[in-house]
């Protein structure tokens, strides 16, 4: 049964600092991993998706790694701003014959601070 | 991205009623929606598949007869939590597919059901 880890549960930083959020996979046989992003009492917004085939991917200060073999994957925060703040979850895609599902990790409790 | 609309965002219901929670793909095709159930700083847990025309498939655990999924339209979902409990009271998202693009492509989640029991 595949399960996720995230890695810090919470995490407080300062405006402008540069962070990382980690998020582990014990089965290597993905489709792809998706970070997003849960505002309180919110959905979920799709912020990276990387492909199991690919390593990482990026849009503006987000980056977003992927190592299967070790079932690790990162997401980089550049120059973090308050209006960061929020739950970040990661997801991974399991290969199923029947139709894929996503399985999720508990999240990270960013708060940027200014 | 694709937009899935969810409704109502925040419903209270009192204890033995039935609520119904709507999910809807606006511009795309969605042939499989997935049902979520979220608690505070908690991750999700699925509850449910549902393929377009078909019986939803409920995670083990779930009680199909108190979670009621339809899947009548390819733009429709609905959750019906019935004879609602305190302990129901609960986050509630839906996320919509349309698994004809391919396996690779990603889910599409709605804005979540905030649903109290009293």
Known sequence: KQEVTQIPAALSVPEGENLVLNCSFTDSAIYNLQWFRQDPGKGLTSLLLIQSSQREQTSGRLNASLDKSSGRSTLYIAASQPGDSATYLCAVKVRETSGSRLTFGEGTQLTVNP | ?118
């Open chain 2, 1 to 118: 991205g694709a937009v899935v609309s969810q409704h109502p965002s925040r419903v209270i219901c009192k204890s033995g009623t039935s609520v119904k929670i709507e999910c809807r793909s606006l511009d795309f095709q969605a042939t499989t929606m997935f049902w979520y159930r979220q608690f505070p700083k908690k991750s999700l847990m699925l509850m449910a598949t549902s393929n377009e025309g078909s019986k939803a498939t409920y995670e083990q655990g779930v009680e199909k007869d108190k979670f009621l999924i339809n899947h009548a339209s390819l733009t429709l979902s609905t959750l019906t939590v019935t004879s609602a409990h305190p302990e129901d009271s609960s986050f509630y998202i839906c996320s919509a597919r349309d698994f004809r693009q391919g396996t690779t492509t990603e889910a599409f989640f709605g804005q979540g059901t905030r649903l109290t029991v009293v």
